[in-house]
T-cell receptor
C-alpha cells in the first residue's frame, strides 16, 4: 500500500521569502513518481511539478523545486520568492506501479505581505 | 481546449435521491478517476478506469457506481444519496506514468 504524509496542516511565509512544504511517502515499489498540486481558494487543482524515482536530479519548474531525498523517502516542495498568489492548499501525491495517484492531506500556505 | 469537463458545478440532493455526475475528457486519456475531497482528508479515490469497459474500486467506493462505455466519458452515479456523501467531487484523467492527472473543476454536492 502507498501512503503520503504531509505533517504541516498550515504554514505562514513572508512575501518574497522561500518556503518548504514537507512530504514523506511510503511504497515498496522501486518505480514511482511524486507530484505536487496547488489548490487555490477557487478550488481548481493545478499541477506544479513531477519527480520520478529514477531521476538523478531534483525537478525544478520556475519558482518551484522538489527536494527529493530517496533514502529518507521525502519529496519536499520548495517555493522561492513567495508571492501573495501562492496562498493556497498544496497537495503531495504519489503514483506507484499503477495509474492511480494517492494524495496527502495537504498543507495550507498563507503568504503574508 | 476543453480538457476535463464536469457537470454540474453545484447540486443539492435530499437523502435517498439518486443522481449522476458527468465527466468527459477530450485528451484521449486511457485513465480516468473520481475523487472526493473532504476538509482535512485530502483527496480520496472513489473509482477509476484504465480504459473503456474496465473499472475498479478505489479507497471509498461504497454508495457509488461507475461505468466506462467510451474513452471520453466516465459518469459517477450516486445510488441513494446520504448526508455522508456531502463533498466536493473531482474527475481526473491521465496517460499514466509520469503524466500528471488533469482535473475537472469539481462538483460541490450537498445532501440534506
Amino acid at each position: 500500500a502507498q501512503k503520503i504524509t504531509q505533517t504541516q496542516p498550515g504554514m505562514f511565509v513572508q512575501e518574497k521569502e522561500a518556503v518548504t512544504l514537507d512530504c514523506t511517502y511510503d511504497t515498496s515499489d522501486p518505480s514511482y513518481g511524486l507530484f505536487w498540486y496547488k489548490q487555490p481558494s477557487s478550488g481548481e487543482m493545478i499541477f506544479l511539478i513531477y519527480q520520478g524515482s529514477y531521476d538523478q536530479q531534483n525537478a525544478t519548474e520556475g519558482r518551484y523545486s522538489l527536494n527529493f531525498q530517496k533514502a529518507r523517502k521525502s519529496a519536499n516542495l520548495v517555493i522561492s520568492a513567495s508571492q501573495l498568489g501562492d496562498s493556497a492548499m498544496y497537495f503531495c501525491a504519489m503514483r506507484a506501479g499503477s495509474y492511480q495517484l494517492t494524495f496527502g492531506k495537504g498543507t495550507k500556505l498563507s503568504v503574508i505581505p | 481546449n476543453a480538457g476535463v469537463t464536469q457537470t454540474p458545478k453545484f447540486q443539492v440532493l435530499k437523502t435517498g435521491q439518486s443522481m449522476t455526475l458527468q465527466c468527459a475528457q477530450d485528451m484521449n486519456h486511457e485513465y480516468m478517476s473520481w475523487y472526493r475531497q473532504d476538509p482535512g482528508m485530502g483527496l480520496r479515490l472513489i473509482h477509476y478506469s484504465v480504459g473503456a469497459g474496465i473499472t475498479d474500486q478505489g479507497e471509498v467506493p461504497n454508495g457509488y457506481n461507475v461505468s466506462r462505455s467510451t474513452t471520453e466519458d466516465f459518469p459517477l452515479r450516486l445510488l441513494s444519496a446520504a448526508p455522508s456523501q456531502t463533498s466536493v467531487y473531482f474527475c481526473a484523467s491521465s496517460f499514466g506514468g509520469s503524466s500528471p492527472l488533469h482535473f475537472g473543476n469539481g462538483t460541490r454536492l450537498t445532501v440534506t
